[in-house]
């Protein structure tokens, strides 16, 4: 079994990687709990718990979410708890003291390692108590009251200790795993966990340390019974077992911190929707409300089960759905067809993507009844199997292990002719399961006995990761992160990294980056002033802001270097300046790709006598860009053998060959490094004159791109999605090469030479590149304006296309384009509908972001971007606005959440959640969901 984060699936640095097996589930309205008094007195002044956490209800009807107590009794003379209390901070209580986060924990789709050491004789209060969090200490408090000098807490006296609860209630909700407590030591998280160098995840390893008297390891691998010996041993060797309370052998799950579960996503749902057993059971109070996986599944062949528990209907829908385009559902309306194409039903909130599902005998595509007789009506205690093929778009379905075809007869065994309906492919799909008073249970593999409500079959199967009920057909697997694939991009801040820094009105270099970056976005935080963008293409020193139509301006005192892991900043302390003494920046920053290169085809026309050409451009001789450094290869026809000179027309016109760095790997073949600080080159035939042109050796970065009508120069990081692009406009309708090879999702174009506004297209946003975006301007999609400015054309593999607005393509003038493609895991362009709460729209992304921006297209608001760096923890507050001067503004009028797999509004703010609002966003990860910790 794979570890999450895990290079490959059984080996780290050659040994075999600490694999979790098991995890506690603890279930609020059950009364959860395990206990034990000490037999003897410990060490009450110094301890260290260590454990793992994976949330599902957020709200508490008792208190908090306790992950360990002891106290005195019910007097509470002499106490020590710590947990989440009800607004999802965490806390630290003993008697007379206490510690509250800033930080809210309210990730309900991954886990998170919580280290709580405390030594109250340390002489320095704060060192006293000390919380960590994915192994990095919390120091953001909204109280700190530090119990005194050699405090001794009620930990480690002989009085009951509770996991899961208060002594007098406040239940745990939610998953525990690898809870390991140390008498006598304040420890650090390195003795419990540490991170991986291929994902930078933070993983949990074995404590091979000393426990000390009362010291105990909780792993919940004996799920054998619910006794001290089995659910509630002691494996640290000092037999320190505690008792389980009201658990079943089926609470012992396979969810744990080295392989994560899919589950419901419990905090996107409706008010008459409740979540129980760590978010596998959901049940509607009224009429048909829809409950999603937290899983978006992209490609590969899935499995899970649920279970119909009856209520006072028995009215249950299944299906999948695409998770990407299902409307957020989280305060009114209902999904009783889970999706519908178009229009507005008065009983369904619907998607506006693929979906496909079972009401009753009826088989739904999209909402539209497709069969009506497609099976008989469900029954409590039914179990539905569904197994879904991402890759050809095909879905089953079973019941009771019997798999339906639609026509009245059924089968054992999966026919993948004959059983199959069909969903969209391309898309990413969810588990999705609708209910009206009543309940469904279900399982992605971790539950076989679906909490405890079946005797598990035992179909374990090593090649799915989970348990099932009934046999998986081959080739399928569990819904879980061992089966996830690895994400083309394992870390993320090699491409994408936001830095802070503080400026001097002297040089400073930021010099902090996993890469060298190829766009760096510069903007004072602590007052009003204009952005500052660079690039390598353009070269260092040339600054355009986003939020004025200024042209480029050259000074010499502003970024003056892009670095091999950062940037240099010069003096530059004016008003448009990025290093005003004493202000605080930021800088969003950008990987182009690590070198410059690229191979072209090379032909000859007869144009005037013969010529070079390249990638089949219309144009013949053209003057090539290429970058110092970068490595080019021309493959040429035999006859005309290509070289190169410092001389133009090479030895016809009196020159020699230039042979630095170049290499004739054949007679078809020649490749040339561009050196430093190369001269002006020129490229000929060496069998006949007058075929060649120029060669400009840049030390800015780019290469001639041919795959449009007119020519451009483009660095290109294929594998992160960004072409950086510059070209001269035409005055009429044109394609600019952009070298991605595949469709980018966002262009957004600036003149360099002339006033102009920025353009943006979206094409999620705008799929048919009819409307306008200004990246400078606070407006909506307004007026048809596509024509003038993208010609009414999408993006392609090789181009994208400009008409004859000034934005895009005046004639003469020249331009940068900022182009991005999707690459998942990594990037995400997307749109959603707003619903005007404080408990806002989820929107899933498959990774946690370090960076979102928002704009709103039905409505005139300003571009508001949050970032992991100027707000590392939720709840996030601190906005910038892309088209705006404006410093940092924090105000819960703009508050949100990243999330392992996406981001959540907690605000009903008009520029980001207003009710009915369409937004656009751009997005990058911080880790993928695969890897990903909850925060």
């Known amino acids: 079994m794979s570890s999450l984060g895990s290079p490959n699936s059984f080996f780290l640095a050659g040994k075999k990687a600490y694999e979790v097996e098991r995890s506690l589930r603890f279930n609020d309205g059950d009364n959860t709990y395990l206990n034990r008094t000490p037999s003897s007195t410990g060490n009450r002044r110094t301890f260290t718990w260590s454990g793992w956490i994976k949330r599902s209800k957020l709200d508490a009807s008792d208190n908090a979410h306790v992950f360990f107590d002891s106290r005195d009794g019910e007097s509470q003379t002499i106490e020590c708890t710590f947990g989440f209390l009800t607004n999802n901070t965490f806390f630290f209580d003993v008697t ?21 050491a405390v030594d109250t004789t340390q002489a320095t209060s704060s060192n006293r108590v000390k919380i960590y969090v994915n192994g990095v200490q919390e120091t953001s408090f909204s109280s700190a009251n530090y119990p005194s000098q050699n405090y001794e ?13 208060y002594n007098n209630g406040g239940h745990h909700d939610g998953y525990m795993a690898e809870v390991n407590f140390i008498n006598g030591l304040q420890l650090t998280p390195a003795s419990f966990g540490a991170t991986d160098v291929i994902t930078g995840q933070w993983n949990p390893k074995k404590y091979t340390g000393s426990y000390g008297t009362n010291g105990f390891y909780l792993n919940f691998s004996d799920n054998s019974g619910t006794t001290a010996t089995t659910l509630g041993k002691d494996s640290s060797g000092n037999g320190n077992n505690f008792t389980p309370n009201n658990f079943g052998t089926g609470d012992a799950v396979k969810d744990s911190p080295t392989n994560n579960f899919c589950n419901f996503l419990s905090i996107q749902k409706t008010a008459e929707t409740t979540f129980s057993e760590g978010n596998l059971k959901a049940t509607s109070s009224n009429s048909h409300k829809t409950f999603y996986g937290n899983f978006g599944l992209r490609s590969g062949k899935w499995y899970w089960e649920g279970l119909a528990v009856a209520g006072s209907t028995t009215k249950w829908t299944y299906g999948v759905s695409d998770i990407e385009n299902t409307k957020n559902t989280q305060i009114s309306g209902q999904n009783y067809l889970l999706a519908v194409s178009s229009g507005s039903p008065s009983d369904a909130t619907y998607a506006f993507g693929d979906a496909v599902s079972i009401y009753n005998t009826n088989l739904y595509k999209n909402g539209s009844v497709v069969s009506s007789s497609y099976q008989t009506t469900p029954s409590a205690g039914d179990i539905i199997g569904i197994a879904l093929d991402v890759d050809t778009g095909k879905v089953w379905f079973a019941r009771n292990g019997t798999w339906i075809n639609g026509s009245a007869t059924a089968s054992t065994t999966l026919n993948e002719s004959s059983h199959d309906t069909t969903v969209a492919t391309g898309k990413v799909y969810n588990a999705a399961f609708s209910a009206e008073n009543c309940s469904w249970q279900t399982n992605f593999g971790q539950d076989s006995s679906f909490s405890n409500a079946k005797t598990a079959q035992g179909n374990t199967d090593g090649n799915t990761q989970g348990d099932f009920y009934y046999a998986v057909p081959s080739g399928f697997k569990a819904l879980c992160s061992a089966n996830l694939p690895d994400p083309t991009i394992l870390l993320p801040n090699k491409h994408f990294e936001t830095e802070l820094y503080t400026g001097t009105s002297s040089t400073v270099t930021v010099n902090t980056l ?29 600054r355009i802001h986003s939020n004025l139509t200024d042209a480029e301006v050259t000074d010499a005192d502003t970024l003056t270097s892009f670095n091999s892991n950062g940037f240099t900043i010069g003096a530059d302390a004016g008003d448009s300046g990025s290093n005003a003494n004493g202000h605080t920046f930021v800088a969003w920053n950008w990987n182009g790709g690590d070198t410059d290169g690229k191979t072209y085809t090379v032909t000859v026309v007869d144009d005037s006598g013969n010529k070079y050409r390249f990638d089949g451009f219309g144009t013949s001789a053209v003057t090539l860009d290429l970058a110092e450094g970068g490595t080019y290869i021309f493959n040429y026809p035999s006859a005309h053998p290509l070289k190169f000179s410092t001389t133009s027309d090479g030895t016809h016109g009196g020159g020699s060959e230039y042979t630095t760095g170049v290499t004739h790997n054949s007679s078809t073949q020649v490749t040339i490094v561009v050196a430093a600080s190369a001269p002006t080159l020129y490229y000929y035939c060496s069998s006949h004159s007058g075929m060649g042109g120029a060669v400009n050796t840049n030390s800015t970065l780019g290469s001639s791109n041919f795959d449009g009508t007119t020519q451009s120069t483009a660095k290109v990081n294929a594998t992160a999605g960004l072409s950086i692009v510059t070209y001269t406009g035409t005055g009429s309708g044109a394609n600019i090469g952009h070298g991605l090879g595949v469709a980018p999702q966002v262009v957004i174009t600036k003149a360099r030479s002339a006033t102009s506004g920025w353009a943006v297209l979206h094409t999620v946003g705008d799929p048919n590149a009819e409307y306008r975006l200004v990246l400078n301007d606070n407006g909506g999609y307004s007026s048809y304006q596509g024509g003038n400015l993208w010609n009414d054309t999408v993006p392609t593999s090789t181009h994208f296309r400009v008409s004859s607005d000034a934005s895009t393509n005046a004639s003469g003038v020249t331009y940068v384009g900022y182009v991005f493609s999707e690459v998942a895991g990594y990037s995400k362009f997307g749109k959603y509908t707003g619903n005007g709460s404080t408990d806002g729209t989820f929107v899933f992304t498959g990774f946690r972001p370090a ?27 601190t906005v910038l606005e892309w088209n705006a001067s404006s410093a940092d503004g924090a105000s819960q009028y703009t508050a949100i959440d990243f999330l392992s797999n996406g981001f959540k509004h907690r605000t009903d703010f008009v520029r980001s959640n207003t009710s009915g609002g369409t937004y656009i966003y751009f997005a990058w990860a911080e880790a993928p969901f695969k890897n990903a910790r909850a925060r």
């Open 96 to 116: 007379g003291a206490g510690i509250r986060t800033n930080a809210l924990f309210r990730d309900v789709s991954a886990w998170q390692h919580w280290v709580i």
């Open 851 to 877: 960076l979102v921006t928002v704009k709103q297209t039905s409505g005139s608001n300003n571009w508001v971007t949050w970032d992991n760096a100027r707000e590392p923890n939720n709840e996030m507050q």
């Open 153 to 165: 807490t009620a930990i480690n006296a002989q009085y009951l200790h509770s996991i899961g609860r």
């Open 514 to 542: 996993e890469f060298q970056p190829d766009w760096v976005w510069c903007k004072v935080r602590s007052k009003a002033n204009r952005h500052a963008l660079f690039d390598s293409v353009r070269g260092a020193t040339k």
